[in-house]
C-alpha cells in the first residue's frame, strides 16, 4: 500500500492511501472515522489499522475516495517524531572524505553512525525549498527513508524488520558551504542541514518492496536529475550497512517509536558535492530537482531565495 497525507480543495488536511494511480481514500472519511485523520496516528497502531486498511475494497465513487487531481499532496508523515541520518554508503563517504584530502576512518566500519536532523523541518513533494541566507553551495542528496511502525527498544538487526512500517524518498537538503564552516567544531552538522528535509511522493509499506529484497537489503535503483539532466544513478543494494543494523545501532539503549524516521545517508554519486561542481553547479533558485527510486516513486522540489 502506499500511504500519503493530502490537502484537499477545503483546506482540511488528511491522510489515507492509493487505490490506484488516481485515486486516493481519505481514511477517516471512509471509514467513518474508524481511522484517524492523520499517518502519524495512524502508526502509533500499525499493526491493527494495517489489517483493517487491507481488508477495505473501495471503488471510484465511493464516499471518502477522491481524485488525486482534486488533491494537494503534501509530505505523508509532515511531523515525525524523530528524525535519524545515518552515513551508510561507504562510496558516498569515501569520495566526500577525498573531497576533503581525508580517508575513511577506521571507526566508520565498526558501526552504523548518525545525527539528529530537524524533524520539524520536513517538506513534501512539490513544495518550493528556500536557499538558506549566506549559503552559496546548496546541494542535494539521494536518500531512502525507513519509516518505524512499532515501538522497540535493543531490537537484534535480524529482527528489525518487524519494526519496520515501510519506506519513501528522502532528500537531506544541504547547504555545504554552512556545512564546512561548522564541521570544523568537530560536533557535527547543523545550520547546514536544519532547514529542509523533503520526504514523498508517498510512504510504501515493507510488503510492497518483498519482491525486490536481495542479500538483507534492496535492488532499487536511485536516480537525481536537476532541471531534466540525469546527474545521480545509484542502488540501494551498495548500501553497506543494512536498515536492520542502522535499526539496532538506533534502539541500544534507546526506545524507538512509531513515526520515526531513520534516513539511509547520500548513495553514491548522489549530490553534487560528490560530482563536484564542475561536473554541476551547486543548485540555485529556479532549479527543479528530482529524485527518483525504483517502487518509491518520483520526489520533486523546486528552489527558491
Known amino acids: 500500500m502506499k500511504f500519503i497525507t493530502f490537502e484537499k480543495s477545503d483546506g482540511r488536511i488528511s491522510a489515507g492511501w492509493l487505490i490506484d494511480d488516481e485515486h486516493a481514500v481519505d481514511m477517516c472519511e471512509a471509514s467513518g472515522q474508524r481511522f484517524p485523520n492523520n499517518l502519524l496516528d495512524f502508526l502509533n497502531n500499525s499493526e491493527e ?71 520539524l523541518a520536513i517538506s513534501g513533494p512539490g513544495d518550493k525549498i528556500s536557499r538558506p541566507v549566506n549559503c552559496c553551495w546548496l546541494d542535494y542528496e539521494l536518500e531512502i527513508a525507513c519509516i518505524i511502525g512499532k515501538e522497540g527498544r535493543d531490537i537484534p538487526a535480524d529482527q528489525a524488520d518487524e519494526y519496520v512500517f515501510g519506506y519513501c524518498i528522502l532528500n537531506d537538503w544541504s547547504a555545504r558551504d554552512l556545512q564546512r564552516e561548522e564541521m570544523k567544531v568537530g560536533l557535527g552538522p547543523a545550520k547546514g542541514k536544519d532547514f529542509s528535509t523533503s520526504i514523498g511522493p508517498w510512504i510504501v509499506t515493507k510488503d510492497e518492496l518483498e519482491p525486490l529484497k536481495e542479500h538483507g537489503g534492496f535492488n532499487l535503483i536511485m536516480k537525481a536529475r536537476v532541471n531534466g539532466i540525469l546527474l545521480s544513478e545509484g542502488n540501494l543494494k551498495d548500501i553497506y550497512y543494512t536498515f536492520g543494523e542502522m535499526i539496532s545501532r538506533a534502539s541500544q539503549g534507546v526506545t524507538l517509536y512509531p513515526g520515526e524516521i531513520i534516513g539511509s545517508g547520500t548513495v553514491g554519486t548522489g549530490c553534487i558535492l560528490e560530482l563536484g561542481p564542475e561536473v554541476h553547479r551547486w543548485l540555485e533558485p529556479g532549479d527543479l530537482v528530482e529524485l527518483e527510486i525504483e517502487g518509491l516513486g518520483v520526489l520533486k522540489n523546486t528552489i527558491i531565495d
Request: proline share 10%.
Open 49 to 119: 489499522y494495517l489489517k483493517q486498511a487491507k481488508g477495505c475494497s473501495l471503488l471510484p465513487g465511493q464516499e471518502g475516495v477522491y481524485p488525486l487531481r482534486e488533491l494537494c499532496i503534501k509530505a505523508p508523515l509532515p511531523n515525525p517524531r524523530s528524525f535519524r541520518d545515518f552515513y551508510a554508503f561507504e562510496q558516498h563517504v569515501k569520495t566526500a572524505r577525498e573531497k576533503r584530502g581525508l580517508s575513511v576512518v577506521p571507526e566508520w566500519y565498526k558501526m552504523p553512525v548518525f545525527y539528529f536532523s530537524n524533524h
